[in-house]
């Protein structure tokens, strides 16, 4: 397969710096940006994804007048909250 090129994009020093100063070992500038467009990439589809979600599932819940209170919702994440907390703590002092 044929590679393809980013158009160059002209930066402020400083931020070229910080990008320089956190690269990590073995790492390159170039290897950098494409991850991070890679991440940003991903990260705007799984928000894309997220609001279809939330969209139809706010369409379903009007077509069939079935809701969930807000109490609810708090309630379950609020347990699943303890949940987590407890086996991260049980996993840490394993």
């Not at 910080?18 to 467009?37: C, W």
């Not at 799984?46 to 209170?69: K, M």
Request: cysteine-free; proline content about 2%.
């Amino acid at each position: 397969m044929k590679t393809a090129t980013f158009p160059s994009l002209r930066v402020d020093p400083a931020l070229r710096q910080a990008a320089e100063d956190n690269l990590q070992h073995g790492e390159t500038l170039s290897g950098f940006v494409e991850q991070s467009i890679r991440d940003s990439i991903s990260r705007r589809q799984h928000q894309r994804e997220f609001v279809a979600r939330g969209l139809a599932s706010r369409d379903e819940a009007a077509r069939t007048g079935q809701y969930v209170s807000a109490d609810a919702v708090m309630g379950k994440l609020g347990a699943m909250l303890t949940q987590a907390k407890a086996t991260a703590d049980a996993e840490a002092i394993e």
